[in-house]
């Protein structure tokens, strides 16, 4: 497949998941990627977000930072950290809800949800130079459209009938996040400190 037909079935992605996400979905699971190629995407998404964050610090400088967020390093190893603790947090919460998926599956839809989340982190970016009220918004539509579209993801992943046991899979799943993110966060912290104190 070349360049223009790979833009071309993303763009169609893209519009589908936001008109009909659970097909979306179906159709990114029935590509069935190999996991190796997944997990390297999954890894690359995070370096691409470390990069973007990183651009809108200097950019735009945030006062009482803490410091393990201003080293690219760290906050590659933070974000990696989360998105896999997401991927097997959706999974087993999932399947423990008595789901059919797989992890593949949820680790492509996983992959297909940072691609998304990176082409807004872009045209909120932009936005900001052009109109920061409307960048806000963008912002608050983002993550709400974000959740919409990750529920019914989740629905299709593991063939819920209803979004009722999607919603649960993902509470608990932020659950799971959270706890996870705040043993990440010591450990990059106490990392990344290190660092600063050698140099």
């Known amino acids: 497949m070349n360049a223009p037909d790979i833009r071309s079935v993303l763009s169609e992605l893209v519009i589908l998941s936001l008109r009909n996400p659970r097909a979306a979905a179906q159709q990114i699971i029935g590509w069935r990627l190999d996991r190796n ?5 999954l890894a690359l998404a995070a370096a691409v977000n470390t990069l973007i964050f990183s651009v809108s610090l200097v950019l735009q400088p945030t006062p009482g930072m803490p410091a ?3 080293s690219p390093l760290a906050m590659f190893v933070l974000l990696t950290g989360v998105l896999v603790i997401t991927t ?15 992890l593949g599956d949820i680790l492509a839809l996983v992959v297909f949800l940072q691609v998304l989340r990176i082409i ?5 970016f932009l936005l900001m130079y052009i109109s920061p009220g409307v960048s806000v918004l963008a912002s608050l539509a983002t993550g709400i459209i974000g959740l919409w579209i990750l529920v019914n993801f989740i629905a ?3 063939d819920f009938t209803g979004l009722g046991k999607a919603i649960g899979v993902l509470l608990i799943a932020i659950a799971a996040v959270v706890l ?6 010591s450990i990059v912290g106490i990392a990344a400190q290190g660092v600063l104190l050698d140099v």
């Open 180 to 185: 996870g993110m705040s043993l990440l966060l």
């Open 120 to 124: 807004a982190q872009v045209a909120i």
């Open 37 to 41: 190629v997944l997990w390297t995407a």
């Open 156 to 158: 299709a992943a593991f």
């Open 68 to 70: 393990f967020f201003t």
């Open 88 to 102: 097997h947090g959706l999974f087993w919460t999932g399947r423990a809800l008595g789901g059919d998926g797989n």
